[in-house]
Nanobody, 123 residues
Framework: QVQLVESGGGLVQAGGSLRLSCAAS????????MGWFRQAPGKEREFVAG????????YYADSVKGRFTISRDNAKNTVYLQMNSVKPEDTAVYYC????????????????WGQGTQVTISS
């Protein structure tokens, strides 16, 4: 049974930092690209960041480039999203995602989704 379990969400002031984690199980983690998406109220779910299975390729939405960093630990089956210099517009439910192809994932092609974790940035 595939599971993606996010943690680390919460309430943070603008300019602060937050680290999200996603623990994966039920599939061969090291062979999947991993990513983070987010969905704000009244908006569509959007791609935030992705990392290829080989860890040497990362991709970011323009809105978070230079502020967020995605990383993965294949030994722990875990992917992380370090969020720095957060802004109120980063407020959303953040979802962990897994896909067989990183390019397809950045366009929304995801095989597995987590249940999401709420991130709220106060101004």
């Amino acid at each position: 049974q595939v599971q993606l379990v996010e943690s680390g969400g919460g309430l943070v002031q603008a300019g602060g930092s937050l680290r999200l984690s996603c623990a994966a199980s039920g599939f061969t983690f090291s062979r999947y690209a991993m990513g983070w998406f987010r969905q704000a109220p009244g908006k569509e779910r959007e791609f935030v960041a992705g990392i290829a299975w080989s860890v040497d390729a990362t991709y970011y939405a323009d809105s978070v480039k230079g502020r967020f960093t995605i990383s993965r630990d294949n030994a722990k089956n875990t992917v992380y999203l370090q969020m720095n210099s957060v802004k109120p517009e980063d407020t959303a439910v953040y979802y962990c995602a897994a896909g067989r192809n990183i390019a397809r994932m950045t366009a929304g092609g995801v095989d597995y989704w987590g249940q999401g974790t709420q991130v709220t940035i106060s101004s």
